[in-house]
């Protein structure tokens, strides 16, 4: 074979379309010995010669894609010092665009004895770890182009490739569960009717099936332990995981595209799957532990954990700030995916012990030039001190709003004194991003996601039942903010169901009317169950997979939802570029305020109203003449005005509409609760009765415009949007 200097530029393995060069960064090492593995599982082993300002390069004009291989580094073995390299671990390349085959729980991945943790294990680990795999870096991408839709005008589908697909009656078993599926036309289908505009990969990056779980015949559902950064997970893959798993998620992405559907990922840059200092050796460990981990600086032996997974990147170094700027650009321009959501993002924000939010990882997101146009999307907190930022974060980001779920589960619940707190979530949470200069898009409103109770789960279950995780039930989250409706779990009771489904609706109702960019959890269009478990991270089963096969009461629920998304999608009123200022407008065409709050007797709110903690009632008024911002064509936004009239209370209540200045005609649209037929018209200051814990929406168009305009504006109404 002939070898070659090759380059210490790009790092990982890279082929040309004649050989391959092959580029490692250790500033630790002393020898590298880059490892091809044949089908067979021997290895040929070349020793890495040149090395470059820490970067070990060779170049081999033989390999060719498909070529799996790893690394063996040597140099210090000193854990006290912070050094744990091992050459008898073969190791995964951190730049690996492919891995191949997965790890297993065999005692040559640790550098320990399991019976005596002072000795040390120099089995070596190359038949039981795992391979990085040489891929061809070409694919016929036709004329496929971002989405990009407006974030304001972004409705954001959270699935998971296995879970969403594994049991689709329309799509064939042999492709179940894989990018292929994902890709699927009925997938495509199901999310174009719903009326989704991008779709939130839970992690597609390469991650481990931890040992432990395995031994107990559950498996890592979720994905939140990544060992490769570059690498679409092979087990999502149908063809192979010699590089097909590239290419297949390649033609996902494209169709989705084709849809006019965006593909975020949900990343994990926080820590790896190598764990605490028992953990095994895989990568980063054995390459340069020291220069990749936050260690514990009294005892360098021990990892510093803010994400409660048994370590945490060290964000200040440049070589792991390359790694994560490199794979967030490889994900954009080679992936074409559309934008990130961040994983216990404070974690990244870390220097020393405090969140801060201008540090070395924000300030190189702000000025990448491809990184900071796509959509960035934090989970504000981890579990370091200070680790909860909700509203913390730079005027670049995004945020999971965690005050948000809380005060929307709380309001309609029925929890006493939440009024107040639950308009600001509707409005878009000014109060905690306006003062870093941020618009509503810095909300990632949702009331459910992966982690936690699905929203059937929320209105039927008081308390978490995850036994079947094999923890006693002690894991997951016991502060649900759930109501059960009036039975624990499932029910025969025709009108605790019919409770459920209306309080379902109420809050994914609620979520789409809210100002913010609204997050839907797959499966809550369709009521989706887990029994009560809400923390289904190792159950990769019907558990945790979508059941298609639909009741009358999830038929209900879907057809409610695609409703629903239909009206945001219709009306800007419900997804505003600018905060709500309870003010009259300047430049606006109405001489109401943009948002006003009505109590149930029609009268504005007053402040013994808003100071009345068993008040849960109220209507809210969006003015659709006092949107002063154009759109992208530059005109001017002018909407139909809504009320919309919520009882989180249990007992029926009447409502008046406020007087005539307001509107003189209002139309029922949407409502839960089935006492007044859509399409039903009132009159201003007209009192009707809503059941507990129901909602309605009415609509009035915009009352400056004559007969003949509104008939126009009715038959193009995007023209008016």
Same mark, same amino acid.
């Given at each position: ?53 820490? /970067?070990?390069? #060779?170049? !081999?004009?033989? @390999? ?5 291989? =790893?690394?063996? $580094? ?121 009326? /989704?505009?991008? #779709?939130? !990969?839970?992690? @597609? ?5 931890? =040992?432990?779980? $395995? ?121 074409? /995916? ?16 405090? $969140? ?139 009108? $605790? ?225």
């Amino acid at each position: 074979m002939q070898i070659w200097t090759g380059q210490s530029y790009p790092l990982g393995a890279t082929f040309d379309g004649s050989g391959t060069n092959f580029a490692l960064f250790s500033e630790v090492a002393e020898r590298v010995e880059l490892c091809l593995i044949d089908d067979d599982g021997s290895e040929r082993r070349i020793e890495v010669t040149e090395v470059d300002a820490y /970067v070990w390069h #060779v170049y !081999l004009p033989a @390999v060719q894609p498909g070529q799996r291989y =790893g690394y063996r $580094v040597h140099g210090p073995y000193d854990p006290a010092s912070g050094h744990r390299c091992d050459p008898s671990k073969l190791l995964l390349d951190p730049y690996a665009k492919a891995i191949a085959g997965m790890a297993s729980n065999h005692p040559s991945l640790y550098s320990y004895d399991f019976d005596d943790h002072a000795q040390r294990n120099t089995e070596d680990s190359g038949a039981h770890t795992m391979h990085s795999v040489v891929v061809s870096p070409y694919f016929d991408w036709g004329n496929d182009h971002p989405p990009a839709h407006e974030y304001h005008d972004t409705v954001i589908y959270e699935a998971h490739v296995k879970g969403l697909t594994m049991q689709h009656p329309d799509i064939d078993e042999s492709i179940r569960g894989t990018y292929v599926a994902m890709g699927h036309p009925a997938i495509i289908e199901h999310l174009k009717e719903l009326g /989704v505009t991008a #779709v939130e !990969l839970m992690p @597609v990056h390469q991650f481990v099936q931890d =040992g432990h779980l $395995v031994e107990k015949g559950l498996r890592n559902y979720w994905g939140y332990n990544t060992i490769g950064f570059f690498a679409p997970h092979n087990e999502y893959a149908y063809a192979g995981d010699a590089g097909q798993q590239v290419q297949e998620f390649k033609q996902m992405v494209k169709n989705l595209h084709e849809a006019n559907i965006e593909v975020i990922l949900d990343v994990v840059y926080n820590h790896t799957a190598e764990g605490n200092h028992m953990g095994p050796t895989l990568c980063f460990r054995g390459i340069d532990n020291a220069a990749y981990y936050r260690l514990v600086e009294e005892d360098r032996s021990h990892y510093y954990d803010t994400t409660g997974t048994g370590n945490s990147l060290l964000m200040r170094t440049p070589h792991v700030l390359q790694l994560i700027m490199d794979s967030l650009r490889y994900w954009v321009t080679e992936m074409h /995916v559309d934008g990130f959501r961040f994983d216990l993002a404070s974690t990244l924000a870390r220097e020393l012990h405090e $969140v801060d939010r201008l540090s070395a990882f924000f300030d190189i997101i702000q000025q990448d030039p491809i990184i900071s146009q796509v959509k960035l999307i934090a989970e504000p907190w981890d579990l370091g001190e200070g680790g909860y930022q909700v509203g913390g974060f730079p005027p670049l980001w995004s945020e999971w709003n965690g005050k948000y779920r809380d005060t929307v589960r709380d309001f309609h619940r029925s929890e006493p004194g939440k009024l107040a707190d639950f308009t600001s979530r509707l409005a878009g949470s000014s109060d905690l991003y306006q003062h870093t200069g941020r618009t509503p898009i810095a909300s990632i409103n949702f009331v459910t996601a992966h982690d936690g109770f699905t929203l059937r789960d929320l209105v039927s279950y008081n308390d978490r039942h995850n036994e079947a995780n094999g923890e006693g039930g002690n894991d997951g989250e016991s502060h649900n903010r759930s109501w059960n409706s009036g039975a624990e779990g499932p029910t025969e009771d025709a009108d $605790v169901l019919a409770l459920r489904t209306r309080r379902a609706k109420n809050l994914m109702a609620t979520l789409l009317l809210s100002q913010g960019v609204p997050m839907i959890l797959h499966g809550d269009e369709m009521g989706r169950t887990q029994d009560g478990n809400n923390n289904t991270y190792c159950q990769d089963n019907e558990l945790s997979w979508m059941d298609w096969d639909l009741d009358a009461h999830q038929q209900d629920m879907l057809a409610f939802t695609r409703e629903m998304i239909a009206l945001r999608q219709e009306h800007p009123i419900f997804r505003r570029r600018r905060f709500l200022q309870g003010t009259v407008r300047d430049g606006a065409e109405s001489e109401l305020p943009d948002v006003e709050w009505f109590a149930t007797d029609g009268e504005p709110m007053t402040q013994e109203d808003w100071d009345e903690a068993q008040n849960k009632c109220l209507t809210m008024f969006l003015n659709g003449s006092a949107i002063p911002e154009p759109n992208q064509r530059g005109e001017q936004i002018v909407d139909d005005s809504a009320l919309v009239m919520f009882n989180a209370s249990g007992n029926d209540v009447n409502f008046t509409l406020p007087p005539a200045h307001h509107g003189e005609q209002w139309e029922v649209v949407l409502g839960t609760g089935d006492t007044i037929d859509v399409g039903t018209t009132l009159e201003a200051g007209a009192t009707l009765t809503r059941p507990g814990h129901s909602l309605l929406i009415l609509l009035r168009p915009p009352m400056d415009l004559d007969a003949e305009e509104t008939e126009s504006a009715d038959t193009d109404r995007p023209a008016r949007a």
